[in-house]
């Protein structure tokens, strides 16, 4: 048996992005004496934080009134949007949907934001730990969470312990929050221990693309938001573009695809290579140059999809609960209000218990409920889902009904079921070449030597039911290439892991039409390094 260190306090964050800061900063505002710890697996903070990422500011501002004065990071103000339909070839400006509308916010770097928050937590006294990722939830007796285990440092590819190996320290704490972003391995551990999720609709996803672009002088419009949908996506998949310009002639640049789709043959990455080279984004690109990089996974589920968000010392919050209003395409203001909100609610109450409640009872929740049924209406084709988003914002979410989502891996059609439509790709003369060379961009680190934190269960259905089946999807959903079919010396097709690829964006995860790949966090302070994402 490891015998590993303890540390006590009252309040554990597990993941350092605005849900857990905004969740650590209010708890310190209201108990100045309380000690309070916050881990984040990256290796420093802002490092795995990525996000479209355009910021409604009055939950920010209500937590820090004084923000922008002190705030170092970029900020631009959001002066014009735009909403197109796009075919091959051509560009239509469509009339703006209500929730798209951003007067008023402010064009933000997640990875700078969340980097400033830590400085402003760490200022107040909270105790923070980068590098350290949470690996296991820890019970007492009675089975209410007491805190979580921190992943073993110094592991050989084996499992075995190498010669720097570190057993994980065992953070003790009166109250547990989990905020560790989308699909985290806590909350999934959680939700399927506390039956999180019992009568409620299934989870789902979408894939995120982004990259910042350094352009020539004079193309760049500060404070325009672009927005698109069409192509290159079918009819039958959820998805579009958004394009943000930036100060200093830059252009954040980004692709959403619904993880919801059926076609097995469908690549995400290679859709947003080709949205690239439409003739109108082509020209705004070429002869500019990517800075950085990355991919994450956005909770799309909403209201119907939220599990509930407390258990015997626990909360889920921010996107580990699925706070994000997809059809605003925001989720930072949610994930700030859901950590302040649980800040909140265990000063006055004292206990976890009736925070599910009070969340959707409080803006954040009637936020999710009045766009609950616009996800879910795109899944009859683009323009049923418009019509269907009209009612559903002319009504203001009124309608007396709502939609059931269902879970991606689910919907994922086999070779013969589906005929994949002609997609007519375009040739490509933008970065990056391949997924490969897109995972440069982000700057990722992993220790070759350390075990394989993306746990396969059955690797023979990969060469086997699922090459027959589906040709090995993962091959095609995954964003970095970490999954790869190869054949040994003896002409047998296996499945190969590129661990070190990985860029966490947890896809695999969920689009896995078998249900056997788990992603687990790796050695602390693995994986990407966002530069101003």
């Known amino acids: 048996m490891t015998e590993r260190e303890q540390m006590q306090y009252d309040y554990l964050v597990a993941g350092a992005g605005p849900a857990g800061l905004a969740s650590a ?14 881990l984040e697996k990256a290796a420093s903070l802002g490092a795995h934080s990525i996000s479209g990422a355009v910021l409604e500011p009055g939950p920010l501002n209500a937590l820090l009134p004084d923000w922008r004065n002190n705030y170092p990071g970029m900020v631009v103000v959001a002066v014009e949007d735009e909403f197109r339909y796009l075919t091959r070839r051509k560009s239509y400006r469509l009339p703006l949907p209500p929730p798209m509308r951003n007067h008023g916010n402010l064009i933000v770097s997640l990875s700078q934001l969340t980097a400033w928050l830590g400085s402003q937590a760490e200022t107040l006294g909270i105790d923070i730990f980068p590098g350290f990722a949470a690996s296991l939830p820890l019970y007492n007796e009675q089975g ?100 943000y310009h930036l100060d200093n002639d830059r252009v954040y640049l980004g692709f959403v695809v619904g993880l919801d789709y059926q076609d097995p043959r469908f690549t995400p990455f290679e859709a ?47 996107d580990s609960a699925g706070t994000l209003n997809v059809a605003k395409i925001k989720g930072i203001h949610q994930a700030i209000r859901s950590g302040v909100a649980a800040a909140e609610h265990l000063v006055t109450q004292g206990s976890t218990a009736g925070f599910d409640s009070y969340w959707r009872k409080s803006a954040g929740g009637s936020e999710l409920f009045k766009v609950r049924n616009i996800k879910p209406g795109f899944k009859h084709g683009f323009w049923a889902g418009l019509v269907n988003g009209a009612l559903e914002t002319f009504t203001d979410g009124r309608t007396p009904w709502t939609l059931q989502n269902h879970a991606d891996a689910t919907q994922l059609k086999t070779l013969t079921d589906y005929t994949s439509p002609e997609r007519h790709w375009l040739e490509r003369d933008l970065p990056p070449r391949d997924r490969l060379s897109s995972v440069f961009f982000a700057n990722n680190a992993h220790e ?42 003896s002409g047998n097709r296996q499945l190969q892991i590129n661990a070190a690829n990985c860029v966490h964006c947890k896809a695999c995860d969920i689009k896995d039409p078998y249900g056997i790949i788990t992603w687990t966090p790796p050695e602390g302070g693995s994986g990407p390094n966002y530069q101003d994402l």
């Open 448 to 489: 070759e030597s350390q075990p394989v934190h993306l746990k396969v269960s059955d690797t023979t259905i990969c060469a086997t039911k699922c090459a027959n089946e589906f040709g090995n999807p993962c091959e095609r959903f995954c964003p970095a290439g970490v999954y790869e079919m190869v054949t040994d010396d």
């Open 272 to 318: 947003f290579q080709q949205f690239k080279h439409h003739p109108s984004i082509h020209g705004l690109l070429e002869g500019g140059e990517i800075l950085s990089a990355g991919a994450r996974t956005i909770a799309a589920g909403g209201w119907q999809s939220l599990p509930k968000m407390e258990m015997p010392g626990a909360l889920l919050i921010g």
């Open 144 to 243: 209410s969470v007491i805190g979580v285990q921190i992943g073993d440092m110094g592991l050989n590819a084996d499992g075995t312990e190498g010669a720097n190996y570190s057993p994980g320290v065992e953070i003790i704490a009166g109250t547990t929050l989990v905020a560790e972003g989308c699909r985290g391995s806590l909350a999934k551990q959680l939700i399927q221990r506390f039956k999180l999720d019992a009568d409620k609709s299934p989870p789902t996803f979408g894939l995120g693309f982004k990259e910042l672009w350094q352009l020539p002088p004079g193309r760049v419009k500060p404070g325009l938001i672009q927005h698109s949908a069409g192509w290159p996506l079918d009819s039958k998949t959820y998805g579009g573009s958004f394009l």
């Open 25 to 38: 900063i209010r708890l310190k505002q209201l108990q100045p004496d309380a000690a309070i710890c916050v």
